[in-house]
């Protein structure tokens, strides 16, 4: 054993979780109060704009979001018309999802809006410092997940 003293506020695992949820209630409090929508719903329909068309299995594996949070999303999603659900041929048991056009046009105003809110808190860095500092984000998840060589 090391000596060391647990100190919360200093336990990276803690800081990471501190600064993204600090991050992700300001960028919620901005998308409900320009877009009416949260985040669980925003990340659906970035991950499906991103992907054309995408299961929402396939949204909680790259969002790291609960089933039941992604399934509210897409119904509340689906249930204003900015997402539709589509047969998947390979799998009937799930549907695809895709943007409507409302869905494609909110994407295009939140987007541009969603890099000026992340343009905000960045430009207080580097060029340098940004780019360490999602490589070292990209190796950690690399090094939880097993995938580091």
Not at 6 to 17: A, G, T
Not at 36 to 55: C, D, F, L, N, Y
Not at 60 to 79: F, H, W
């Amino acid at each position: 054993m090391t000596g060391k003293t647990l100190r919360l506020d200093d336990f990276i695992p803690y800081r990471l979780s501190f600064t993204a949820a600090l991050l992700s209630d300001s960028i919620a409090q901005s998308y409900e109060r320009l877009f009416g929508i949260s985040i669980a719903e925003w990340r659906v329909i970035a991950w499906v704009a991103e992907r054309g068309t995408i299961t929402q299995q396939q949204i909680c594996a790259q969002s790291r979001m609960d089933k039941v949070t992604v399934s509210r999303a897409a119904i509340a999603l689906t249930e204003r018309g900015i997402v539709q659900r589509l047969p998947h041929a390979q799998d009937r048991r799930s549907h695809l999802l895709a943007l409507t056009e409302e869905g494609q046009r909110l994407h295009g105003a939140i987007a541009p809006r969603a890099l000026e809110l992340e343009g905000r808190v960045f430009s207080h860095f580097s060029a340098e410092e940004v780019e360490t500092f999602v490589a070292m984000l990209r190796r950690i998840d690399a090094i939880v997940l097993g995938d580091a060589g």
